[in-house]
Nanobody, 124 residues
Framework: VQLVESGGGLVQPGGSLRLTCAASGNTFSYLYASWFRQAPGKEREGVAY???????NYAESVKGRFTISKDSTKKTLYLEMNDLKPEDTAMYYC???????????????????WGQGTQVTVSS
């Protein structure tokens, strides 16, 4: 499985962006998927999660502002980001797991596949 992100860019505080992650291969519908982000000098952290059946979970810092979704027919994962803040500035990564998972979250060590990342910068 290969994951390719797009949609990052420069946006003013309060603005919106939609990130897209296009997956290759035939197993997309069987994957658990997440968006992670990594700011300079900080560890990579999970932002949003979506399970095989569409159950979602979010980091507290983005709840109510970010929405994760997927279109299995298009093999695409999305992250809709609204009311963006300067602290949301980071490289955003699409990630997926094909093995079993018994919680509604992916940690770094759970991930089987990573995208190359797309930069999101929130600044006036």
């Amino acid at each position: 499985v290969q994951l390719v992100e797009s949609g990052g860019g420069l946006v003013q505080p309060g603005g919106s962006l939609r990130l897209t992650c296009a997956a290759s291969g035939n197993t997309f519908s069987y994957l658990y998927a997440s968006w992670f982000r990594q700011a300079p000098g900080k560890e990579r952290e999970g932002v949003a999660y979506i399970g095989k059946l569409g159950l979602t979970n979010y980091a507290e810092s983005v709840k109510g502002r970010f929405t994760i979704s997927k279109d299995s027919t298009k093999k695409t994962l999305y992250l809709e980001m609204n009311d963006l803040k300067p602290e949301d500035t980071a490289m955003y990564y699409c990630a997926a797991r094909s093995g079993p998972l018994f919680r509604l979250w992916l940690y770094n060590d759970d991930v089987d596949y990573w995208g190359q990342g797309t930069q999101v910068t929130v600044s006036s």
